[in-house]
């Protein structure tokens, strides 16, 4: 095997964000920019000699050529074998699965998420661990610092491989395996939930559903569970195909861009259960019969009822959130007497927590829940954990939604994304933010008296590393909190992300419109920050 040694020049905005690094795709395109990357990775890494990367992504534009170049890289670099899904082809989730099922090294995930698709749109990169997880902070910022100073590149110079042909070949001395990107997952799913019962359910007629895969990855996932396992109809699973640009739509699951799916959930022909799914299928939006439900209240409603299915029926040993998520779930843990995590934002997180048995749920606000079945969150496990819920339990989503209010209380929550905000002006505002803390504590707001105001930080109880810099927090006495944080993921500007929650005891009051509850919240949150004033916008770009 000829290893061609190719020089190069580091570029220095290759900084992994909260879940990998995410650009535009004409970024990547420039000459040794994602095989800088790439190369960074391999050379952080100790060992790799023989070992096993597996390989896939969500099939946005410069999915296929971008896993031919990684797959001469990875040659030359010397691993044993390479499992790549078809048509490089595989959920994060999935991905996640068959790193752990194959005691692979890791792999390359290529995706950026819930990030819209095509020539003119977004690419991403990133690795997963031995555990099947994303990598810590203590990798992203090894990789980061080789980027910066890498000066050449490994290749060899082989043809392009067959990415559509399902089976082993030998390359150069490695083992190429092209699998059936689904196989592995849908039989995960099948022994962790009661598909006999789902197949009941649904073909009794008392669950009826609709799954919007957004013309992205999990379409093929749904198919084959939702209607060749479970016998949904073909029709149950709409925007199934995956295409390079997610048909020219944002592939991201709420109800401003998965809009088909929600125009027929909050019609007279709804179905009695609706969800989506994101880009890479680690995400997932809930819905049932005129009804929405928030992430927050779904993580909290699958931790209270987690004993119901197969595979927690013992019970949970902890559960874990994101800071700016609900305290929903807090209010489950301490009735169930167990412990409950505040971690920052990024998956990453909940990784360690999972590995020494801390936790069995966790969750993110933005549309992520999981479990120790892999280290990842995952869409479509969520959606199957809900079904299994509706089939055991007899009631709609509303029914399930509503019982929970009345037994924990309800937490009014919402979050409003202010997207592609200039840089300047949203370091600016947080900086402003972080002066204003000290002076907050004890002050009265109207009915909001400010219990605590900080900038939230970190220490992991595994493993004791620390993060600092998490985000600003603003506590009030009766419970309610303003939020306010940097998104990771975007790839123009800055994304401020204000995050509001007020808690709710009284049954009379759950109805209420969210916004409405609100709506004094948010004209404090306007107040500390300004961020309408500051970009003459307003309202938010999108409020969940």
Not at 40 to 56: N, Q, Y
Not at 161 to 174: K, P
């Amino acid at each position: 095997m000829q290893i061609n040694i190719m020089s190069t020049e580091p570029y220095t905005d290759q900084n992994p964000g909260t879940s990998g690094l995410r650009k535009k795709v004409k970024i990547f395109q420039k000459p040794g920019y994602l095989e800088n990357f790439v190369q960074a990775i391999f050379d952080s890494l100790e060992d790799i000699s023989g070992k096993t990367l597996v390989l896939g992504g969500d099939g946005r534009y410069f999915n296929r050529e971008a896993i031919q170049v990684i797959i001469k890289i990875a040659i030359a670099n010397g691993f044993g074998e390479l499992i790549i899904g078809q048509g490089g082809l595989l959920s994060t989730p999935a991905a996640s699965h068959i790193i752990r099922k194959n005691n692979a090294l890791g792999g390359l995930i290529l995706s950026a998420s819930h990030n819209p698709g095509g020539p003119d749109e977004d690419f991403g990169i990133k690795y997963n661990v031995s555990n099947g997880g994303p990598a810590p902070e203590k990798y992203t910022d090894e990789f980061y610092a080789r980027s910066k100073t890498i000066t050449r590149y490994k290749t060899v110079q082989i043809e392009n491989i067959d990415l559509d042909c399902i089976g082993s070949q030998a390359v150069s001395g490695v083992s190429i395996r092209i699998i059936d990107p689904v196989s592995d997952y849908a039989d995960l799913m099948a022994s962790i939930f009661d598909f006999e019962v789902l197949k009941n359910s649904i073909s009794s007629g008392y669950t009826t559903l609709l799954f919007d895969a957004m013309h992205a990855i999990t379409g093929p996932y749904a198919k084959r569970i939702l209607v060749d396992m479970l016998g949904a109809t073909p029709e149950s699973v709409i925007n199934a195909e995956p295409l390079e640009d997610f048909g020219g739509h944002h592939p991201d699951p709420n109800l401003a861009h998965a809009h088909e799916l929600a125009q027929v959930m909050f019609s007279v022909t709804a179905p009695t259960f609706g969800a989506a799914s994101d880009g890479d299928g680690d995400r997932n939006m809930i819905t049932g019969s005129h009804i929405f439900v928030t992430p927050s209240d779904s993580l909290a409603i699958m931790a209270a009822n987690a004993q119901l299915i197969p595979a927690y029926a013992q019970g949970l040993s902890g559960v874990a959130r994101s800071m700016p998520t609900s305290q929903a779930v807090d209010r489950v843990a301490a009735r169930l007497n167990i412990p409950c995590y505040e971690t920052p934002t990024g998956w990453k997180f909940f990784g360690n927590l999972l590995d020494a048995g801390k936790i069995t749920l966790c969750g993110e606000e933005s549309f992520g829940t999981g479990s120790d079945h892999i280290r990842e969150k995952d869409g479509l496990w969520a959606v199957l954990f809900w079904l299994n819920l509706i089939a055991v339990k007899h009631q709609s989503v509303a029914d399930i939604v509503h019982e929970h209010w009345r037994t924990f209380g309800r937490n009014m929550y919402c979050r409003h994304d202010y997207e592609a905000v200039e840089s300047s002006i949203a370091n600016a505002l947080i900086t402003d933010l972080r002066n204003l803390l000290p002076t907050l504590a004890g002050q009265a707001f109207g009915n909001y008296i400010v219990n605590y105001a900080d900038e939230f930080s970190y220490e992991d109880p595994v493993d004791g590393s620390f993060s600092k810099n998490q985000g600003i927090r603003i506590g009030f006495e009766n419970g309610s909190r303003i939020v306010y944080r940097l998104s990771g993921t975007g790839t123009v500007g800055a994304t401020l992300r204000i995050y509001l929650e007020k808690f709710e005891p009284d049954a009379a009051l759950h109805g209420q419109d969210a916004q409405v509850a609100l709506a004094e919240l948010a004209e404090l949150a306007e107040r500390f920050c300004e961020i309408k004033k500051r970009t003459g916008r307003t309202a938010a770009d999108v409020v969940t």
